[in-house]
Structure formats: C-alpha cells, structure tokens
C-alpha cells in the first residue's frame, strides 16, 4: 500500500510541477566556499526547528525530487541515529511541488522516514542554495564551525556513506 502511494505522489508531483515560475530568477548560490551556514534555518519533516550546529561537519543537500528519493531511500536503509553519529544532517528541497501537493502527499510521506529531512519548502530559500546546473546531483557540503570549507557533487548514494566514512 505504501507503495502504491508512494508512486501516486511521484506521478502527481511530477504532473503538477510547472517548467518556470516567476521565481526562477538567477540569485547567487549561498553554497560557497567560505559562507557561513549558521543562519540556515529549517524546519524538520514533522515542523520542528532543527538548526544546524556547531558540530555539524557535513551537509546532504537533494534538490531534486529523483535526487531526494535516492538519498532518502539510502538513509532508510541506515540506523536512525547515522546522521548524528556522522555529525551530518540532510536537506530536501521539496518547493518545486505545489503547496497541496507537498501538504497532502510529500509532507505525510517524508514522516514515515526514521532519519530526520530538513526541509526546504520555500522556493525563495531553495534559490539561495541551488545551483540549477548541478540540480540533478548530491551537493555534498562539508562544515567547520558553520563555515564551508568544501562543496562536493556527487553521483551516487554511495559516494555519500564513503565521504562520512572519511574523519
């Protein structure tokens, strides 16, 4: 049943995603070596304000809707604490979906995860963060004391567990 549900959410975020919005507006990515991410503030998939802190090394950004299936199918696949214990959290960028979309099907189904998902729900935050061009990858982000010291793009879920694997 999950997975029927599943695959009509995929079916109706897909069908309700519009090409271009009026957001769509070229902005300078915050993913930058040197930036600080410590005004990053996101929520959880249950709304709960999760802020990034000062222990966090690395940062798992999905802002793609395959992209975000393929990391959250990953984590699932992990202890609920791997994240923490890697000192790493993960983001999705869901605001690409129509609001009832999101609030009906993505929202509920992101619930069901035992990892945490911050999420980005707002298309003027995820502008800030995305880099159109490598949209389709993992943008990996490694911290010290919130500051960026490395952006890597990956291809694969697996690239992921090797990099946190890495001290």
Not at 113 to 134: C, G, M, P, W
Not at 146 to 157: H, M, N
């Amino acid at each position: 049943m999950k997975k029927i549900v599943f695959a009509l959410l995929s079916v109706l975020v897909f069908l309700g995603c519009s090409s271009k919005s009026a957001s769509d507006v070229a902005v300078e990515s915050k993913l930058v070596v040197n930036n600080s991410l410590e005004k990053l503030a996101l929520s959880d998939q249950h709304a709960k304000p999760t802020p990034i802190t000062k222990e966090t090394q690395k940062i798992i950004f999905a802002f793609s809707k395959d992209v975000g299936h393929d990391c959250n199918d990953f984590l699932a696949t992990k202890d609920a604490n791997f994240l923490a214990e890697h000192n790493a959290m993960f983001v999705a960028d869901v605001s690409a979906a129509p609001s009832l979309i999101r609030s009906m099907f993505i929202m509920p189904g992101l619930r069901d995860f035992k990892h945490t998902i911050l999420v980005i729900d707002k298309e003027e935050i995820s502008n800030q963060y995305k880099i159109a061009d490598k949209a389709e990858k993992i943008v990996l982000v490694s911290l010290e004391n919130f500051i960026i010291t490395k952006i890597e793009y990956l291809d694969t879920v697996q690239e992921i567990e090797a990099n946190l694997q890495q001290k």
